[in-house]
């Protein structure tokens, strides 16, 4: 089950808890959300990283649960791996990916596809990433889906061990 790949390799208890909800929402949806983590991710101490990462993660899958409504195949993949003192975050949608002459606004603040009132998300997205010292990166074409890669250093908000 995916709460316990969750449970198993988050150990920040708000954090695991976030994504278990996105697992339900998910799952109401009927689209398949897949975690796989290697290494673990430790708590995050730091209150404004933690509430970063929520962040980063909620408007990431959100995004991808939404461009996966009009597909056949719905599986949102997101990936965790711990390399050293980085995170390598990836969320993966089987959606029908971003249109190029749309790809560079797609960050922009109000900037929406999907009506008014909208075009925050992806916005916030990159502005924490920023305020945490990570890059993003997106791969996408009309047809195969999108990609999105964050890494963040994670040893300025990290327990101590």
Same mark, same amino acid.
């Given at each position: $089950?995916?709460?316990?790949?969750?449970? @198993? #390799?988050? &150990?920040? *208890?708000?954090?695991?808890g976030?994504?278990?909800s &996105?697992c339900s929402? @998910?799952? /109401?949806?009927?689209? /398949?959300?897949?975690?796989?983590? $290697?290494?673990?991710? *430790? $708590?995050?101490? +730091?209150p &404004?990283?933690?509430?970063?990462y929520?962040?980063?993660?909620? =408007?990431?899958? +959100?995004?991808?649960?939404?461009?996966? %409504? +009009?597909?056949?195949?719905k599986?949102? /993949?997101? !990936?965790?791996?711990?390399?050293?003192?980085?995170?390598?975050?990836?969320?993966r949608?089987?959606?029908?990916?971003?249109?190029p %002459?749309?790809a560079? &606004?797609?960050?922009?603040? =109000?900037?929406s596809t999907k009506? %008014?009132?909208? #075009?925050?998300?992806?916005y916030l997205?990159?502005?924490?990433? +920023?305020e945490?010292n990570?890059?993003?990166?997106?791969d996408?074409? *009309? #047809? !195969?889906?999108?990609?999105?890669?964050?890494?963040? *250093?994670i040893?300025?908000?990290l $327990? %101590? /061990?």
């Amino acid at each position: $089950e995916e709460q316990a790949a969750v449970g @198993s #390799g988050v &150990k920040d *208890p708000v954090i695991a808890g976030f994504l278990s909800s &996105k697992c339900s929402r @998910s799952r /109401e949806l009927g689209m /398949e959300l897949s975690f796989g983590i $290697e290494g673990s991710l *430790p $708590e995050i101490v +730091d209150p &404004k990283a933690r509430n970063g990462y929520i962040t980063i993660l909620g =408007n990431l899958i +959100d995004n991808g649960l939404a461009a996966m %409504e +009009d597909t056949g195949r719905k599986l949102l /993949e997101v !990936r965790f791996k711990v390399i050293g003192n980085t995170l390598l975050l990836t969320v993966r949608d089987t959606g029908t990916g971003i249109a190029p %002459e749309i790809a560079d &606004k797609i960050f922009t603040r =109000n900037f929406s596809t999907k009506g %008014e009132g909208r #075009g925050l998300g992806l916005y916030l997205t990159l502005l924490t990433v +920023d305020e945490l010292n990570g890059t993003l990166e997106m791969d996408t074409g *009309p #047809g !195969r889906g999108t990609v999105f890669s964050v890494r963040l *250093p994670i040893a300025d908000h990290l $327990e %101590e /061990e």
